[in-house]
């Protein structure tokens, strides 16, 4: 197993992100399904959202006992919004979980750092730099389609309601969408999931 394979697990197909320690971070290769950040509008960070809950209790419950005994439990930092200094809230520890935004601008799908670290300097105020090079590398499909197809990160955007996202053309929506509050007839925001976890390897 290297970084950047694609591995199956379960029956989803994921990509590697980092290997260490006999462990492996893998991310879904897709967005598998569309679920809103949060049950209902109000603040909220990661450590508390009905999202987390759902990926570390009923999706996990999915996995067969061979499978479980496989994903490792780890810490997550989660982190202010470095644009607007939003609260990320306590620490988690997850079975499953979401990336945050400095590991998908800085970490996994290329190294836009600088952008990050320099909000000050940039011409869009919600929007991360829409001609950052490493924007294609975070497309995702769903259901074959890509555009429109954006998907939930665990950091919280300009306020507590809001959750930061990645357009379906790669770009950041460091701002957030409301959790609930969108375009879909019932009301709800659902935004595309793509769960990452920690793999021991075997």
């Known amino acids: 197993m290297?970084?950047?394979d694609k591995i199956t697990f379960d029956k989803?197909?994921?990509r590697v992100l980092?290997?260490?320690?006999n462990k492996a971070l893998i991310i879904t290769e897709y967005i598998i399904e569309q679920r809103s950040f949060h049950n209902i509008?109000?603040?909220?960070?990661?450590a508390e959202c009905s999202l987390r809950e759902y990926l570390n209790?009923?999706?996990y419950e999915n996995f067969n006992e061979t499978d479980k005994s496989r994903i490792i439990p780890t810490i997550n930092k989660n982190l202010d919004n470095q644009w607007y200094g939003t609260k990320g809230g306590e620490d988690t520890k997850d079975k499953i979980f979401l990336l945050d935004i400095e590991e998908v601008v800085c970490r996994y799908f290329g190294d836009s750092s600088l952008i990050l670290e320099n909000p000050g300097k940039q011409k869009y105020k919600y929007w991360f730099n829409k001609k950052d090079e490493n924007n294609s590398k975070r497309i995702a499909k769903y259901e074959g389609e890509t555009w429109g197809?954006?998907?939930w990160l665990r950091s919280m955007g300009r306020?507590?309601?809001k959750a930061v996202y990645v357009h379906g053309d790669g770009n950041i929506g460091i701002q957030g969408n409301h959790m609930v509050i969108g375009n879909k007839s019932d009301g709800f925001c659902a935004g595309g999931v793509r769960p990452a976890l920690w793999l021991g390897i075997e």
């Open 2 to 4: 290297l970084i950047g």
């Open 12 to 14: 989803y197909e994921w």
């Open 18 to 21: 980092e290997i260490r320690d």
């Open 41 to 46: 509008c109000q603040d909220i960070t990661w």
């Open 57 to 59: 209790h009923e999706f």
């Open 149 to 151: 197809s954006w998907w």
């Open 159 to 161: 306020s507590s309601i």
